[in-house]
């Protein structure tokens, strides 16, 4: 980075100092934790929407796809910046207010934190169902931290679930990496015959199901939704949608662990978001022209039911049995995948944060397997934390408070680079027009988060995936979201005016020797 102009020089965008022991399949494999939440949103979506389900998700989809190219450009720019998306910002604004870029690197770090932590604790309560009904396990008896319902058999599934999976994290990437391999592939293969079997079964695919995406009701695309208006509905529902299939983007946080950043972003990048996009159409495009209007309505919101219905249609009913093991057992590891790499991912931000000046120094440590040990061990406690929320739809609502906003400083950013600074070397360089795509997409991002958060929040919510009953309790998980997303401010304060003043010349630990040396010498 040191023959690249001063505004990217290591002094003032740090590399996260970790060992680069992946490659772009590492990036990929750990990076389809965030296809993989495909098992949880696509079955509440047809269930509730039917055909019209399909425009709705592949709309926000295509954007996550072209918000992947945008980051295989930034990442391959700053190879050594580690935690994905959030860390590109700063150096967008450091021509204007060195100050400002600081703030904006670290209120996107923890806006982005608050996005994927959460993963974990969503997806050990998914898969706490799902042993529970394939072992008999009935509930110990039940809670309610906050105003949604939890059975204690699910808190010790789910707790057990994330400290298990924070071994093979703390352990590196490397083993991160193959453990991810073995979850993935036992999971995307399946997962790939699913969304393949409107194609796979022409026989039983009704295409006339499509025609012009009806609601499930049968109503038009355009038709009110349980007394809300199409546009309001749609506009609530994209707040979901975007918390769970923009999440291919994730593969951008191990970039800048790979062994060669400049080719593998691009590789990376490219096939997550392909391969993203892919799976989050044909999935509830299949389901619909498999199962039909009627018997979507009829099957209920459980995402095990619905593909294991869906399974049973493909494959042949006589197996029920097997499918519903094979069908949980899928499940299950899929989840598994999405909630390693939400300990794993967001933990590279705030690592990348302690660098930056922005968030205590504790979270700069890394341990002797070369990861960011302490801040994974901050995610599995926060984690736990919100296992008491209850429910999917809940932490959904909390979570995407912090996930959606994240990249509005980062489109933004794109943007005024490419703008400002066409100068920049890029290994990866997109058409130039691509900084007004950039710009349309922080418009688009920003509208759902203002107006569709707020909408979403207004509904009310079911803890058993049934978005249109129950008490309607989502502006608690809203606020809490908000609540969380300012909690940044007391930790930069801390870094900033306790301790900063004791460390004036120490570096901050977890810098490779260059880098150490860099800061010295810059100092």
């Given at each position: 980075?040191?023959?690249?102009?001063?505004?990217?020089?290591?002094?003032?965008?740090?590399?996260?100092?970790?060992?680069?022991?992946?490659?772009?399949?590492?990036?990929?494999?750990?990076?389809?934790?965030?296809?993989?939440?495909?098992?949880?949103?696509?079955?509440?979506?047809?269930?509730?929407?039917?055909?019209?389900?399909?425009?709705?998700?592949?709309?926000?989809?295509?954007?996550?796809?072209?918000?992947?190219?945008?980051?295989?450009?930034?990442?391959?720019?700053?190879?050594?910046?580690?935690?994905?998306?959030?860390?590109?910002?700063?150096?967008?604004?450091?021509?204007?207010?060195?100050?400002?870029?600081?703030?904006?690197?670290?209120?996107?770090?923890?806006?982005?934190?608050?996005?994927?932590?959460?993963?974990?604790?969503?997806?050990?309560?998914?898969a706490s169902f799902y042993l529970s009904d394939r072992f008999g396990w009935g509930p110990i008896s039940t809670v309610t931290p906050i105003s949604t319902p939890i059975a204690v058999t699910t808190i010790l599934i789910a707790v057990v679930g994330i400290l298990c999976l924070f071994?093979?994290?703390?352990?590196?990437?490397?083993?991160?990496?193959?453990?991810?391999?073995?979850?993935?592939?036992?999971?995307?293969?399946?997962?790939?015959?699913?969304?393949?079997?409107?194609?796979?079964?022409?026989?039983?695919?009704?295409?006339?199901?499509?025609?012009?995406?009806?609601?499930?009701?049968?109503?038009?695309?355009?038709?009110?939704?349980?007394?809300?208006?199409?546009?309001?509905?749609?506009?609530?529902?994209?707040?979901?949608?975007?918390?769970?299939?923009?999440?291919?983007?994730?593969?951008?946080?191990?970039?800048?662990?790979?062994?060669?950043?400049?080719?593998?972003?691009?590789?990376?990048?490219?096939?997550?978001?392909?391969?993203?996009?892919?799976?989050?159409?044909?999935?509830?495009?299949?389901?619909?022209?498999?199962?039909?209007?009627?018997?979507?309505?009829?099957?209920?919101?459980?995402?095990?039911?619905?593909?294991?219905?869906?399974?049973?249609?493909?494959?042949?009913?006589?197996?029920?049995?097997?499918?519903?093991?094979?069908?949980?057992?899928?499940?299950?590891?899929?989840?598994?995948?999405?909630?390693?790499?939400?300990?794993?991912?967001?933990?590279?931000?705030?690592?990348?944060?302690?660098?930056?000046?922005?968030?205590?120094?504790?979270?700069?440590?890394?341990?002797?397997?070369?990861?960011?040990?302490?801040?994974?061990?901050?995610?599995?406690?926060?984690?736990?934390?919100?296992?008491?929320?209850?429910?999917?739809?809940?932490?959904?609502?909390?979570?995407?408070?912090?996930?959606?906003?994240?990249?509005?400083?980062?489109?933004?950013?794109?943007?005024?680079?490419?703008?400002?600074?066409?100068?920049?070397?890029?290994?990866?360089?997109?058409?130039?027009?691509?900084?007004?795509?950039?710009?349309?997409?922080?418009?688009?991002?920003?509208?759902?988060?203002?107006?569709?958060?707020?909408?979403?929040?207004?509904?009310?919510?079911?803890?058993?995936?049934?978005?249109?009953?129950?008490?309607?309790?989502?502006?608690?998980?809203?606020?809490?979201?908000?609540?969380?997303?300012?909690?940044?401010?007391?930790?930069?304060?801390?870094?900033?005016?306790?301790?900063?003043?004791?460390?004036?010349?120490?570096?901050?630990?977890?810098?490779?020797?260059?880098?150490?040396?860099?800061?010295?010498?810059?100092?």
């Amino acid at each position: 980075m040191g023959s690249q102009p001063e505004l990217l020089s290591a002094g003032d965008v740090a590399g996260g100092g970790l060992q680069k022991e992946t490659n772009w399949w590492g990036a990929f494999v750990i990076g389809l934790a965030g296809t993989i939440l495909v098992t949880g949103i696509a079955p509440i979506m047809v269930n509730a929407f039917g055909a019209a389900a399909i425009p709705q998700m592949a709309v926000i989809t295509l954007s996550g796809y072209l918000l992947c190219l945008l980051l295989a450009e930034l990442s391959a720019m700053m190879p050594d910046r580690t935690g994905g998306s959030p860390t590109y910002a700063m150096v967008a604004y450091q021509d204007r207010s060195k100050a400002l870029a600081g703030h904006v690197n670290g209120a996107t770090c923890w806006a982005y934190w608050l996005g994927w932590f959460p993963v974990a604790p969503l997806n050990m309560i998914l898969a706490s169902f799902y042993l529970s009904d394939r072992f008999g396990w009935g509930p110990i008896s039940t809670v309610t931290p906050i105003s949604t319902p939890i059975a204690v058999t699910t808190i010790l599934i789910a707790v057990v679930g994330i400290l298990c999976l924070f071994i093979p994290a703390y352990l590196g990437i490397r083993l991160g990496a193959a453990f991810a391999t073995v979850l993935g592939l036992l999971s995307m293969i399946p997962l790939t015959f699913l969304a393949l079997g409107a194609v796979l079964r022409p026989d039983i695919a009704d295409w006339a199901q499509l025609k012009g995406f009806p609601q499930v009701d049968g109503s038009s695309f355009f038709s009110d939704f349980d007394g809300h208006g199409w546009f309001a509905i749609y506009t609530a529902f994209a707040f979901l949608l975007t918390w769970n299939v923009i999440a291919m983007e994730a593969a951008a946080c191990y970039i800048g662990e790979c062994k060669n950043p400049e080719r593998d972003a691009k590789i990376a990048m490219n096939l997550e978001g392909a391969y993203g996009a892919f799976i989050y159409i044909m999935i509830p495009l299949s389901m619909v022209v498999i199962l039909g209007r009627e018997q979507l309505a009829a099957i209920g919101f459980d995402p095990k039911t619905v593909f294991v219905t869906f399974a049973g249609e493909l494959f042949g009913g006589s197996a029920g049995s097997f499918l519903n093991w094979a069908v949980a057992i899928m499940l299950i590891v899929a989840l598994m995948l999405s909630a390693l790499n939400a300990i794993m991912g967001c933990a590279r931000g705030l690592h990348q944060m302690a660098i930056d000046g922005q968030f205590p120094r504790i979270f700069a440590r890394v341990n002797k397997h070369g990861v960011p040990s302490v801040a994974m061990g901050f995610n599995v406690a926060a984690s736990i934390l919100v296992v008491f929320m209850g429910g999917a739809v809940q932490i959904y609502l909390f979570s995407n408070v912090g996930y959606l906003a994240s990249f509005l400083p980062v489109l933004l950013g794109y943007y005024l680079l490419r703008q400002r600074h066409p100068e920049f070397p890029r290994p990866v360089r997109l058409p130039a027009y691509f900084r007004y795509i950039a710009l349309a997409m922080f418009g688009f991002y920003l509208f759902i988060w203002a107006v569709g958060g707020p909408l979403y929040a207004s509904l009310p919510l079911d803890t058993d995936f049934d978005p249109a009953t129950d008490n309607g309790d989502g502006k608690i998980y809203w606020i809490l979201g908000l609540v969380t997303l300012l909690s940044y401010i007391p930790f930069y304060l801390y870094r900033r005016y306790v301790e900063d003043p004791r460390h004036p010349d120490e570096p901050v630990e977890g810098l490779s020797d260059v880098e150490l040396a860099e800061v010295i010498r810059d100092k």
